[in-house]
């Protein structure tokens, strides 16, 4: 499967989500992606601030059960402490972008943003085992991926 295959089955995967399934396959999705255990060991090494790495280690922790509302604040002190100037460690920016995109699925509810959260799942693994464009589901590791974003969204 190519990339741009990949990315309009994920499409059609969340438009033809139940909104249970939506919101499990997101709240599943943000903590896994943010549990990795060397991402607080990147913010504190001069990416984020004091402040802002305390609230990136709250966001992490709660991430799958916080509200909207505690969640864009954690996101907004993070915002706010980021040191490295538009040069963010690629691990810590795919998870910041998690919590960012489950954040504003929380407050609209837009479909989009769990595609979003998708991609940036995938991103993860990608970063960790690269794949191929033109034969995205090659590895098993993204093979793996996909099976979980479908067997999720297909709930």
Request: hydrophobic share 45%.
């Amino acid at each position: 499967m190519r990339y741009q295959e990949f990315e309009a089955a994920v499409r059609g995967l969340v438009a033809g989500a139940r909104d249970e399934a939506l919101r499990a396959f997101g709240a599943e999705t943000v903590a896994r992606v943010v549990r990795d255990e060397e991402l607080p060991g990147i913010a504190a090494a001069g990416e984020l601030d004091d402040d802002a790495s305390a609230a990136f280690t709250v966001a992490r922790a709660n991430a799958s059960t916080a509200g909207a509302a505690e969640l864009r604040a954690l996101l907004t002190r993070i915002d706010d402490g980021v040191l490295s100037d538009g040069d963010m460690d690629p691990e810590l920016l795919i998870a910041v972008s998690a919590l960012e995109h489950w954040t504003t699925y929380l407050e609209t509810g837009r479909r989009d943003e769990i595609h979003e959260l998708a991609v940036r799942a995938v991103e993860q693994v990608d970063y960790r085992v690269p794949a191929d464009l033109d034969d995205f589901l090659a590895t098993p590791e993204m093979s793996a991926e996909y099976a979980r974003i479908e067997r999720l969204l297909t709930a």
